[in-house]
């Protein structure tokens, strides 16, 4: 009879894992709290699934920040050029933005997860959804709409998911159960995430606007992109590039302008005002629009004059108060540490079972990093668990 796997969690990760070790022959049980499947990653295509980047491996691998050599080696096996031909091979030609950024054609992620799906039944890979899972003692204990169950297989992978968006899966349930079996975790943290401002009551009309084409600094980490001034901070994609930064305790600088030079800000603002209010010779001047005035306002109040009114348009200091709670935040840092785990994502603990994706200790920014990164774990602890069930030489998990 066919060896037998549990996938815990039907995000990338869990998807990944379960592909391969159905091809590999063992009989699959994916295992999903919700009510359906891949929520999290419906989720992110609603603005565009955003796969991968295009760009060389060792640039691509420098955006993993501290990731141990584990987590870049995996990513290795799996880069950006292989996540393409794996979306192709699901029937999703894809293309690549002006960013570097590698998308579907029809931009959605509903036809890509239908697609893999209907690969997986075809594998012979089973669902159950509304199975949450409880416990690990003799076996792993669920909740499921037909009462208690365990299932021991021989095999698992768990792909639950971080701490983020709870109301899509991701609950960050799983981590007492590990913490009690003396696996090493650490807390979750926000990533990718907006920031907390004390806005004045002039900020008000500007909620929702965005600043376009603008650089956000936090330390040694720049973005070049846009963001949207909230009722509450600031969010969007130029504000995530740089969170993780901010999170650690870097200071948020906007350069507004940054096409232009320090210098040639100083000459355009040198030119004779007239009658103009400073608001105006700012938006002739420099084509600074209504959005980035008031920022600039909000920011550096009173507003310098002459050359010190120049560096403050090309580095404004943007005061924050924290980021936004971890529940909104696209991803978390925190969870297993690689020191738990060995090269190819098994417990050291609780051999024969692998671990995937963002339940991992690792923090990468969007842009496809986050995507790739889940995709590579669950392809590795796939493979790593179906080699570990054809081994007849190492114990049983139970």
């Known amino acids: 009879m066919s060896k037998t796997a549990l996938v815990i969690g039907s995000g990338p990760a869990g998807l990944m894992a379960a592909e391969e070790l159905a091809r590999a022959g063992l009989a699959v049980t994916i295992a999903e709290a919700k009510p359906s499947v891949g929520r999290k990653l419906l989720m992110a295509g609603k603005s565009g699934l955003n796969i991968t980047k295009d760009e060389p491996l060792d640039a691509f691998l420098d955006h993993y920040q501290d990731a141990p050599e584990i987590l870049r080696n995996i990513v290795s096996e799996f880069g950006p050029a292989k996540v393409q031909e794996w979306a192709e091979g699901l029937g999703q030609h894809v293309f690549t933005g002006s960013s570097g950024r590698v998308f579907p054609t029809v931009m959605k992620s509903s036809p890509l997860l239908r697609n893999w799906l209907a690969r997986l039944a075809g594998a012979k890979v089973v669902v159950k959804t509304r199975w949450s899972w409880t416990d690990y003692s003799d076996g792993f204990e669920f909740e499921t709409p037909e009462g208690a169950t365990k299932i021991k297989p021989d095999v698992a992978v768990l ?48 909620f929702g606007a965005p600043l376009k ?50 210098q ?32 600039l306002r909000e920011c550096a109040n009173p507003l310098p004059e002459g050359a010190a009114l120049a560096g403050v348009i090309k580095s404004l200091p943007v005061a924050l108060v924290g980021p936004r709670p971890i529940d909104e935040a696209i991803s978390t840092a925190g969870g ?8 190819d994502l098994m417990l050291k603990k609780l051999p024969g079972i692998f671990c995937a994706g963002e339940m991992l200790n690792w923090d990468a920014p969007t842009g496809g990093y986050l995507v790739t990164g889940c995709l590579a774990t669950g392809r590795c602890a796939g493979q790593a668990a ?3 069930a054809s081994d007849e030489s190492v114990p049983s998990i139970f």
């Open 213 to 262: 084409g603008v650089t956000l600094i936090a330390g040694s980490v720049q973005s070049r992109g846009e963001c949207v001034i909230s009722r509450t901070g600031l969010e969007g994609g130029g504000i995530y590039a740089v969170s993780r930064a901010l999170r650690l305790g870097a200071a948020l600088r906007i350069d507004l302008l940054p096409d232009v030079s320090l």
């Open 336 to 343: 297993i540490h690689f020191d738990a785990l060995t090269d």
């Open 159 to 206: 792909a639950l998911g971080g701490g983020s968006w709870a109301r899509l899966g991701s609950t960050g349930g799983w981590m007492p159960v590990l913490k009690k079996l003396g696996i090493q975790t650490a807390p979750f943290q926000p990533s990718n995430m907006g920031f907390v401002a004390d806005w004045s009551p002039h900020m008000e009309r500007h």
């Open 264 to 295: 040639d800000v100083e000459v355009r603002l040198a030119k004779p005002r007239g009658k103009n209010s400073l608001t105006n010779h700012l938006r002739k001047t420099l084509k600074l629009d209504p959005a980035k005035i008031a920022l």
């Open 386 to 388: 179906a080699r570990y």
